[in-house]
């Protein structure tokens, strides 16, 4: 089984440190997407049908709401993934212009070659993941800074992207996709989400279904799911009091145990794992 090693979150979105050894579901995301190897069998993500290699040497970049799957291969041993997450507006924060990071097209190729630069600013972020002592975020976010920046510099298209004026957030020119997300994003606990988002945008499910990926790129399913995620990874490092079965309820899964296959699914680590990582962590924080 899958499991989180280490886990930061602020502003910047997540960093972490993940033991991989079973494929996961097709997912997106709303953050631009990192993953570089810290130890382990080389791999595999496949990123919008291409299947992309991740060894030493070779990064996987993954564009806001581009799908994509951890694809491990049968037989092969597990690997320790450097997964980050990047809010766009953090970047945004640092540089107005770099709010492109949400555009789809903000990554030139999903599969690069680190240069010997990268690999040791990445290398610096692996050893602070693995360090058993607090990090101080402000840490974090410095070499979480230095290394995105020479991945951008290098492998981004934000500069084409100003110059033609391009939004930094998906588009939604349908109105009526417009509606069904907001209905999505504030119904996660309607077991008959999706078919009741369709009927916000007064369109039958098949016409819904065709016009949202039309607008969008990907499945409203996947929206939904990433809703969900997000939800439940904002519960997970701040929710002191309630249960995983309280969450669950609130995501709209009739048991716990669908739940945790979902999040196991998409992250591979459970959500108790993925919870107590983060919670030996506060302790640290709080013990200083």
């Not at 190897?37 to 496949?46: H, M, P, V």
């Not at 999903?110 to 101080?136: H, M, Q, T």
């Not at 196991?264 to 107590?276: E, N």
């Amino acid at each position: 089984m899958s499991i989180a090693q280490r886990v930061f979150h602020g502003s910047f979105g997540r960093v972490a440190l993940l033991d991989m050894d079973h494929t996961l579901v097709t997912h997106s995301h709303h953050e631009c997407h990192v993953l570089v190897k810290a130890a382990g069998a080389d791999t595999f993500f496949n990123v919008n049908g291409r299947r992309v290699p991740l060894t030493d040497r070779h990064a996987v970049l993954v564009n806001a709401w581009q799908p994509h799957f951890y694809d491990h291969q049968p037989g092969a041993g597990p690997t320790q993934i450097l997964a980050l997450y990047i809010e766009p507006a953090w970047l945004a924060e640092i540089q107005h212009s770099l709010a492109l990071s949400a555009h789809p097209g903000f990554f030139t190729q999903c599969g690069i070659e680190l240069n010997s630069k990268n690999r040791r600013l990445a290398d610096y972020l692996i050893a602070e993941a693995y360090s058993p002592e607090l990090v101080p975020r402000e840490r974090i976010e410095s070499l979480l800074f230095d290394f995105l920046i020479e991945l951008i510099e290098d492998h981004s298209e934000w500069r084409q992207l100003r110059r033609l004026g391009a939004a930094s957030r998906l588009g939604f020119q349908d109105t009526r996709i417009r509606r069904a997300c907001d209905y999505l994003r504030n119904h996660v606990d309607d077991p008959d989400c999706l078919a009741n988002a369709a009927r916000a945008a007064n369109l039958s499910r098949a016409h819904f279904f065709t016009l949202f990926r039309r607008d969008t790129g990907m499945s409203p399913m996947l929206m939904l799911n990433d809703t969900r995620m997000r939800r439940a990874f904002t519960w997970l490092e701040t929710e002191r009091t309630g249960t995983l079965g309280q969450l669950a309820e609130d995501l709209g899964f009739s048991e716990q145990g669908h739940f945790t296959r979902f999040f196991q699914q998409h992250i591979g680590a459970a959500p108790s794992q993925y919870r107590r990582v983060i919670d030996s962590y506060g302790a640290l924080e709080r013990a200083l």
